[in-house]
């Protein structure tokens, strides 16, 4: 249930907050007072598009909060399988709206837009004035088909859905490998020249770093050869400038002073440390020197073999493990090219089967289908004649698609016929716009005594009607109120009049801008909002007491017809 809704900086409401109550909580006004911009509010909480204008003028953001109650266990498991979990059994949905971006938050914590919508849709439903004309579509229908039915439908609905996928996956690889003969020795010739060119080269793994070191010390063999001479020179004891001779001399001078203090015989040892390490380096440095040739013809041939290694990686991968990786599974496809007819009449014999599985699953959930669309049927017909259609029928016409899908084969059509003697037709072709509002309410109503959505939200759904009909519908608002939380904004007052809580909402100029706020009415004020939507302009005392009379015949009704 939506216990509460804070609007701030959006449009012409400054900030507003709204407690609203269980049962059916009615929201009236007057032409252009600001109800579309509440209803706006909460579909911008819920994911709704949004733009710089919708922010109030001179304010920096715009801020949209929703605090919900979640009492029903069915709901908290579908909360609790997205890690979200409500507190204290509420759940708090925000959306801060700046000029350029948004921030969305569950409980304090920020989320992406799709998982908001995603918990949104657990909690709340919106019926907005021009939502009934989804009901046209056929995708539409079969979708309240299955929402009716699913407790019968959803098992064999998943069932199709992964035969079918396993369909479409079969028949991909089938007709990615679907060939001539031409193309298949084509395409054989080329695999074995791939495989070749790769044996051929006899790759071992880490070759190339090896190589690739090997390359950059023979190509710098000269520069290297050059450095190492002048180090080992400078290092040397060919010179009396060289470290090692120098060294030398300093050790001689400090030995023969050694022996009058410890601490020179320390100095000593260091000293003798170093032109030990010295006299190593250079032994070890004129070794390497020795032992460091430079061959033409080595460096040619790593020259050549990285050559036919980056040519190969340029080809088939950036590694010598995804050249042999690549090379594995062109050998899988030769392999398989090689015994194509086999393999061939294996998949085909693979997809018949699943092809037949695939059937077999979908005529089950049409049947299944067909038997909750009788049911359907009947509760429409029975949920309609309370709407002011007199005699009515309905029907839920089955056709065969033209392919399969994750849906089934099922191609479904709602027809009506609203008029003695007329015959049965597609809605598109029957109803006006009131009365496809009615339909989408007769759906509604079914809908929620199955579904787990604890608030409904219907806007203007009571567009094109008026008189004994406004009131059939007035009592159907109710009856949903007994179920669910039901927000209905109207203009009509036989709906208003059965309101369990009413709001106002009005736009107000205070002298310096103009401002839309929304409240409360008590049973006075309630009845004094009846006459208005009553008699207009002028509210004269018949109208007063008709409005009261009004909403004493609407609570009597709701105490016996909605409650019984």
Not at 8 to 29: D, M, Q, Y
Not at 261 to 274: F, K, T
């Amino acid at each position: 249930m939506l216990l509460n809704l804070h609007v701030k900086n959006l449009a012409l409401i400054r900030e507003s907050e709204v407690e609203f109550e269980p049962g059916l909580n009615i929201l009236t006004g007057e032409t252009g007072a600001g109800k579309s911009i509440l209803l706006g509010s909460v579909q911008l909480a819920l994911g709704g598009k949004m733009s710089r204008e919708m922010i109030r003028e001179n304010a920096d953001y715009g801020l949209v909060e929703l605090l919900f109650s979640v009492d029903d266990p069915r709901v908290e498991e579908k909360l609790k399988a997205m890690d979200v979990y409500p507190e204290e059994g509420q759940i708090l949905l925000t959306r801060r709206v700046m000029e350029n971006r948004s921030v969305c938050r569950i409980n304090g914590e920020t989320c992406t837009m799709a998982r908001m919508k995603q918990a949104a849709s657990y909690l709340l439903d919106i019926h907005g004035q021009h939502e009934h004309q989804s009901l046209l579509y056929k995708n539409k229908q079969l979708e309240i088909l299955d929402d009716f039915g699913k407790d019968q439908i959803w098992q064999v609905k998943e069932k199709v859905s992964s035969v079918y996928h396993q369909y479409t996956d079969i028949k991909k690889h089938l007709l990615a490998q679907s060939m001539d003969e031409e193309q298949r020795k084509r395409e054989v010739s080329f695999l074995e020249f791939e495989i070749h060119e790769i044996e051929e080269a006899a790759l071992m793994p880490g070759e190339d770093e090896q190589l690739e070191q090997q390359y950059r010390k023979l190509n710098n063999s000269k520069r290297i050869a050059q450095a190492l001479q002048t180090a080992h020179g400078c290092t040397g004891y060919d010179a009396p400038s060289c470290a090692g001779e120098l060294v030398g001399q300093a050790l001689y001078c400090v030995s023969g002073v050694s022996d009058f203090d410890p601490q020179i015989a320390s100095l000593e040892s260091m000293l003798s440390d170093i032109d030990g390490l010295l006299n190593d380096f250079n032994r070890e440095l004129s070794s390497y020197m020795e032992s460091l040739t430079f061959e033409e013809e080595d460096f040619y041939q790593i020259e050549q073999r990285l050559d036919l290694i980056n040519n190969l990686k340029a080809k088939y991968g950036s590694s010598i493990e995804q050249i042999q990786e690549y090379q594995k599974k062109q050998q899988e496809k030769l392999e398989f090219l090689q015994e194509y007819e086999t393999n061939r009449m294996r998949m085909e014999e693979e997809y018949t089967k699943i092809t037949e599985q695939l059937e077999t699953a979908c005529q089950e959930l049409t049947s299944v289908r067909k038997a909750c669309a009788k049911d359907l049927e009947k509760e429409v017909i029975l949920q309609l004649q309370d709407l002011n259609f007199l005699d009515v029928k309905f029907e839920i016409h089955f056709e065969r698609a033209t392919s399969y899908s994750a849906n089934g084969v099922d191609d479904v059509e709602y027809q009506i016929s609203t008029n003695p003697g007329e015959p049965m037709k597609p809605l598109g072709k029957v109803v006006s716009g009131g009365e496809l509002s009615r339909i989408m309410l007769a759906i509604k109503t079914l809908l929620a005594d199955k579904d787990e959505v604890g608030t409904l939200i219907f806007d203007e759904i009571d567009t094109g009607i008026s008189g004994r009909t406004a009131q059939m519908v007035s009592e159907k608002m109710a009856r949903i109120g007994r179920k669910r939380q039901v927000l209905c904004i109207t203009h009509l007052p036989q709906i208003a009049s059965m309101a369990d809580c009413h709001f106002v909402i009005t736009k107000n100029f205070d002298g310096q801008e103009t401002v839309t706020k929304i409240e409360k009415l008590n049973q006075e004020n309630s009845v004094k909002e009846l006459a208005r939507l009553l008699g207009g302009a002028e509210i004269t005392d018949k109208i007063l007491e008709s409005a009261s009379e009004m909403k004493l015949l609407a609570q009597k009704q709701k105490n016996t017809r909605v409650h019984s």
